[in-house]
C-alpha cells in the first residue's frame, strides 16, 4: 500500500505561481495529478511515466503547469504559473500502473490539498 501526501497549496493572486508537492511512501510508477472544483468532478490536470520521459497535460493548463518528479525521493511535483481564477479547486495526487486521463484507472490517491486563485 502506498500513502500519498500533498503539500503546497494555498491562497495566490491572478497570474501568481505556485508549486504543489506529493510524497509518496514507496515507490510509485505512474504519477498524476486531477482538481475538483466545488461542485464538479474529478478532472485530470498531468501526468508523467516513470522515468519522467513523457509528460501528458490537459489542453486548459498546457504551457502554464509542469509536472516532474524525483524518484530518489519519491516526490512528484506540480509547478503551476499563469494561476486563473479558473484553476481554483482541490488538486490530488494520484499513482498507478499506466499513466491515463481517467480517474479509476489510479489506484492510490492523497488526501488533497486547496488551491484557491483570485482575481
Known amino acids: 500500500q502506498v500513502q500519498l501526501v500533498e503539500s503546497g497549496g494555498g491562497l495566490v493572486q491572478a497570474r501568481g505561481s505556485l508549486r504543489l508537492s506529493c510524497a509518496a511512501s514507496?515507490?510509485?510508477?505512474?504519477s498524476a495529478w486531477f482538481r475538483q472544483a466545488p461542485g464538479g468532478d474529478r478532472e485530470f490536470v498531468a501526468a508523467?511515466?516513470?522515468?519522467?520521459?513523457?509528460?501528458y497535460y490537459a489542453d486548459s493548463v498546457k504551457g502554464r503547469f509542469t509536472i516532474s518528479r524525483d524518484n530518489p525521493k519519491n516526490t512528484v511535483y506540480l509547478q503551476m504559473n499563469s494561476l486563473k481564477p479558473e484553476d481554483t479547486a482541490v488538486y490530488y495526487c494520484?499513482?498507478?500502473?499506466?499513466?491515463?486521463?481517467?480517474?479509476?484507472?489510479?489506484?492510490?490517491w492523497g488526501q488533497g490539498t486547496q488551491v484557491t486563485v483570485s482575481s
Open positions: 494520484a499513482a498507478g500502473w499506466m499513466v491515463t486521463t481517467r480517474v479509476n484507472d489510479y489506484n492510490y
Open positions: 514507496g515507490r510509485t510508477f505512474s
Open positions: 508523467i511515466t516513470w522515468r519522467g520521459g513523457n509528460t
